[in-house]
């Protein structure tokens, strides 16, 4: 299946590496000998060099159509903090986490990611970028610090995210 190449967005290829760019940035990729890029005019066609090369296809093709998807429209991923003094905070490029600790968490915002508070409470964090690898990458690192819990639905999950609750205990001995 070829990758289709997006409006107001071109690629490149140079040997085993592929340049796409697009309106927002320019992303690069080398792929592995074993692959095969061709570029024509409204799509980007794929093919194996190599009888064991399936794997890497696939994930080449999968690649460079995030790669075209970045650079044209962006990729984003909101992330909520659900209790009552749980919030973020943004100072300069670092991202403050109050999480219940008796301390407060920092984490460095890499300079090429954007990170901005979507809600007055400082209850959601939207991160976004050009690339999808990364956006996630970040977004997983910050839920890590406290993932939601199943009693009390307490942490930081993503905001599409069905957190499973448990009823916890049913009642006291008599």
């Given at each position: 299946?070829?990758?289709?190449?997006?409006?107001?967005?071109?690629?490149?290829?140079?040997?085993?590496?592929?340049?796409?760019?697009?309106?927002?940035?320019?992303?690069?990729?080398?792929?592995?000998?074993?692959?095969?890029?061709?570029?024509?005019?409204?799509?980007?066609?794929?093919?194996?060099?190599?009888?064991?090369?399936?794997?890497?296809?696939?994930?080449?093709?999968?690649?460079?159509?995030?790669?075209?998807?970045?650079?044209?429209?962006?990729?984003?991923?909101?992330?909520?903090?659900?209790?009552?003094?749980?919030?973020?905070?943004?100072?300069?490029?670092?991202?403050?986490?109050?999480?219940?600790?008796?301390?407060?968490?920092?984490?460095?915002?890499?300079?090429?990611?954007?990170?901005?508070?979507?809600?007055?409470?400082?209850?959601?964090?939207?991160v976004?970028?050009?690339?999808?690898?990364?956006?996630?990458?970040?977004?997983?690192?910050?839920?890590?610090?406290?993932?939601p819990?199943?009693?009390?639905?307490?942490?930081?999950?993503?905001?599409?995210?069905?957190?499973?609750?448990?009823?916890?205990?049913t009642?006291?001995?008599?």
């Amino acid at each position: 299946m070829p990758v289709a190449i997006l409006e107001k967005a071109s690629a490149t290829v140079k040997g085993e590496n592929i340049v796409v760019k697009g309106p927002l940035w320019e992303l690069s990729f080398d792929f592995s000998s074993k692959i095969k890029v061709t570029v024509n005019e409204s799509e980007i066609v794929i093919t194996k060099n190599d009888d064991g090369a399936n794997a890497l296809w696939g994930t080449t093709r999968s690649i460079i159509d995030n790669m075209m998807v970045g650079v044209t429209t962006g990729y984003s991923k909101s992330l909520e903090i659900v209790w009552v003094w749980y919030k973020f905070e943004i100072q300069g490029k670092k991202l403050v986490l109050s999480i219940g600790f008796s301390h407060k968490v920092d984490m460095e915002i890499p300079e090429w990611l954007k990170a901005e508070l979507e809600w007055k409470k400082n209850e959601i964090l939207k991160v976004s970028w050009i690339d999808k690898q990364m956006v996630w990458e970040f977004a997983a690192k910050v839920r890590s610090k406290k993932k939601p819990e199943p009693y009390k639905g307490k942490g930081i999950k993503y905001v599409w995210e069905h957190i499973r609750r448990k009823a916890g205990k049913t009642g006291a001995a008599k």
